[in-house]
């Protein structure tokens, strides 16, 4: 017989239009290392379920829990993928998906819908890989010998390119002190990668995945990663550098278009997003989806482009609505605003931040009565409009409305309550890629760091000063 008779069939359905054959010399010992396998051969990512025929039920597929469970030749299964859980807003991808770490974005949509995960879990490596580091762990638990890496350069290869991946995932630019937490994690998972005389067991880790994150963007870059190649410009026929990547630990700072979409179908989808909008009672479910699928297009003309807010608010009305903001701050503004009663006490609270910070709020909150609210408009900020003429100082409780300026325009009002108009302003400063307020910078990465728990691993140190003087325990 020949060699390829010895081998064993396995008959895999992945879909209807989608049936494939693998031969294995034998099968794994468990269902997680068959799927291991399939997972390899078949390039297949995320979490399956395997199921084969069982013969007691007339061959009706069977969800396989044991490998005893299988006939001893011909074996035919049915590979299902398992989606990940969706949310109310599945059908929806953030224009700043840091700002609430609970939504998916569907496959409408392109880009990152998950900010920097704690801790960062380790990715699957491929079937012979996983099979070396099991005995590996083995070894190290018996005896605390390491894996030789030296004479495994598969196995580094190997995983550095799929934790590069499983990083790129998250961040295009991970911090130093992400990718040395990666690097922790890994030889925490898996002991017999830790380096011979190294106090931490991952120094050399961290540094071979900050050179191969900084050979997959070259890589993507070439390819024509938006998000890449836009760092890039080119003066006098030579290519230098461009910062124009996120810096306030964007998940979603320019994706590319989703697979098969052009500029051109989701300008139409644009339109369609306009029409609805003009309607006398638009489809605010339609309205949703429209604005994420065409989350692509809208980041590329606002990062790449850079229009002032009133050619954006032109093209995208929907985005200045609170509805949109509030979909994607909804867990910030349930921060801010548990109680009604507490209102007064958060106001207090933000308001008197830069006072902390000894920074200067009067060109950015402003108090204005009602009818007096044209001679106080400004570049950026938050305008408290009050029943009467009253200090910052003066109590609360006389505000009758909040409004968001931008560029000398009212962008939105009715806002209600102070904490939310901080809220929806840093959602559209997000949004709009429009640097915090330089009279408040640090008063707003306090909001955003400490207060949205956005990016809050790397603080300025003027920011961990205050902070420490505040709370110094």
């Known amino acids: 017989m020949s060699e390829e008779e010895f081998m064993m069939l396995l008959h895999i359905v992945l879909s209807d239009d989608n049936i494939q054959r693998v031969r294995t010399e034998s099968l794994p010992e468990t269902v997680d290392e068959l799927k291991m396998m399939l997972k390899t051969r078949l390039n297949l990512e995320g979490d399956m379920v395997i199921q084969f025929q069982d013969e007691e039920f007339g061959g009706q597929f069977c969800n396989l829990t044991n490998m005893d469970d299988l006939p001893s030749e011909r074996v035919k299964l049915k590979v299902i993928m398992k989606a990940p859980p969706s949310s109310p807003q599945s059908d929806y991808t953030l224009d700043t998906a840091s700002l609430d770490t609970s939504s998916q974005s569907s496959g409408e949509t392109s880009g990152r819908s998950k900010p920097w995960p704690n801790p960062f879990p380790i990715p699957t490596f491929s079937y012979d890989i996983e099979m070396k580091l099991r005995r590996g762990n083995e070894a190290y638990q018996k005896d605390g010998s ?89 003066t006098g026929g030579q290519e230098t550098r461009k910062m124009k990547k996120a810096r306030r630990s964007e998940t979603n700072f320019l994706p590319d278009f989703p697979q098969g979409r052009s500029a051109n179908s989701l300008e139409e989808e644009r339109e ?61 503004l349930h921060l801010f605003a548990i109680a009604k009663s507490n209102q007064n006490r958060r106001s207090t609270a933000l308001l008197g931040l830069p006072f902390i910070l000894k920074e200067d709020p009067s060109n950015v909150i402003k108090f204005s009565e009602v009818l007096m609210l044209y001679l106080f408009l400004h570049n950026v900020g938050q305008l408290i409009i009050t029943e009467q003429n009253v200090e910052m100082r003066a109590q609360l409780k006389n505000i009758v409305d909040v409004a968001i300026i931008l560029e000398e325009n009212i962008v939105l009002r009715e806002l209600q309550y102070v904490p939310n108009g901080f809220a929806v302003l840093m959602g559209l400063l997000y949004y709009l890629n429009i640097d915090f307020p330089k009279d408040l910078k640090y008063t707003f990465e306090v909001i955003q760091k400490v207060i949205m728990d956005i990016g809050g691993s790397t603080c300025s140190a003027r920011l961990i000063y205050a902070l420490e003087k505040v709370n110094p325990t």
């Open 272 to 332: 369609c997003l306009i029409d609805e909008v003009k309607k006398k009672k638009p489809d605010c479910n339609l309205i949703d989806s429209l604005m994420g699928r065409t989350f692509a297009l809208r980041r590329q003309e606002i990062v790449v482009k850079a229009p002032l807010v009133t050619e954006i608010e032109s093209r995208w009305p929907a985005l200045f609505s609170e509805r949109q903001v509030n979909s994607n701050i909804i867990y910030i």
């Open 146 to 234: 390491l894996l030789p890496l030296s004479s495994h350069t598969d196995v580094k290869v190997d995983i550095l390119d799929k934790l590069g991946r499983a990083m790129y995932d998250f961040n295009a630019y991970p911090t130093q002190k992400q990718i040395e937490e990666v690097a922790k994690t890994l030889v925490e998972k898996h002991p017999c990668l830790k380096e011979p005389g190294s106090k931490e067991g991952f120094y050399c880790w961290k540094f071979s995945l900050s050179f191969k994150m900084g050979n997959l963007r070259q890589k993507y870059r070439i390819a024509g990663c938006s998000e890449l190649t836009v760092n890039r410009k080119r």
